[in-house]
T-cell receptor, first 117, second 113 residues
Framework: AQSVTQLDSQVPVFEEAPVELRCNYSSSVSVYLFWYVQYPNQGLQLLLKYLSGSTLVKGINGFEAEFNKSQTSFHLRKPSVHISDTAEYFCAVSDVKSNFGNEKLTFGTGTRLTIIP | DAGVTQSPTHLIKTRGQQVTLRCSPKSGHDTVSWYQQALGQGPQFIFQ???????QRGNFPDRFSGHQFPNYSSELNVNALLLGDSALYLC????????????FGSGTQLSVL
């Protein structure tokens, strides 16, 4: 079984300041890791994913995340946020050994990022 | 390219009724997954369809059932609705490979009164 913990339910940040959204996971098997963003009244959009290789992953809209296996973490960061980054952010994992691709995702409860002008 | 489309966008039902939600996958995608997102929660995997068969299932009761058609579109059916079934239901599609990206629709907001 897998679980994902997003430690902060809400994060307010001033515009142009840096931000880090925290994600920890628990799994008995190796996992792939994902960050998704959900804007109001929209579906989920993939920001970035870690499958293998370099532990620092760069995604869209200037976001990046670092996989830390020893701490079972995959924190999301952005050096300078904009008003348009206001949204809900979800961390998710899937089983590496699944024969059926990575469609079966286990999500965290989300972090609401609010940018303060 | 229309992406993943879901219908209807909003739906209101009463307890005990049955509901059908629909999803058309992104062009070229043959695998459809359904998720339930309760208010303030992350999405939870319901099931996945490939080649018109249920391939994987999450921890949802048999009241939740689905179907995939030859054109890869899919339906989610929920019988004997409970108040707790009120949620945003998301459909996602992909090409089905291990590194395929999931594309999500905007969802159907179901309210059970």
């Amino acid at each position: 079984a897998q679980s994902v913990t997003q430690l902060d339910s809400q994060v307010p940040v001033f515009e142009e300041a840096p931000v880090e959204l925290r994600c920890n996971y628990s799994s008995s098997v190796s996992v792939y890791l994902f960050w998704y963003v959900q804007y109001p009244n929209q579906g989920l959009q993939l920001l970035l994913k870690y499958l293998s290789g370099s532990t620092l992953v760069k995604g869209i809209n200037g976001f990046e995340a670092e996989f830390n296996k020893s701490q079972t973490s995959f924190h999301l960061r952005k050096p300078s946020v904009h008003i348009s980054d206001t949204a809900e952010y979800f961390c998710a994992v899937s089983d590496v050994k699944s024969n059926f691709g990575n469609e079966k995702l286990t999500f965290g409860t989300g972090t609401r990022l609010t940018i303060i002008p | 390219d229309a992406g993943v489309t879901q219908s209807p966008t909003h739906l209101i039902k009463t307890r005990g009724q049955q509901v059908t939600l629909r999803c058309s996958p992104k062009s070229g995608h043959d695998t459809v997954s359904w998720y339930q997102q309760a208010l303030g929660q992350g999405p939870q995997f319901i099931f996945q369809y490939y080649e018109e068969e249920e391939r994987q299932r999450g921890n949802f009761p048999d009241r939740f059932s689905g179907h995939q058609f030859p054109n890869y579109s899919s339906e989610l059916n929920v019988n004997a609705l409970l108040l707790g079934d009120s949620a945003l239901y998301l459909c996602a599609s992909s090409g089905g490979g291990p590194n395929e990206k999931l594309f999500f629709g905007s969802g159907t907001q179901l309210s059970v009164l």
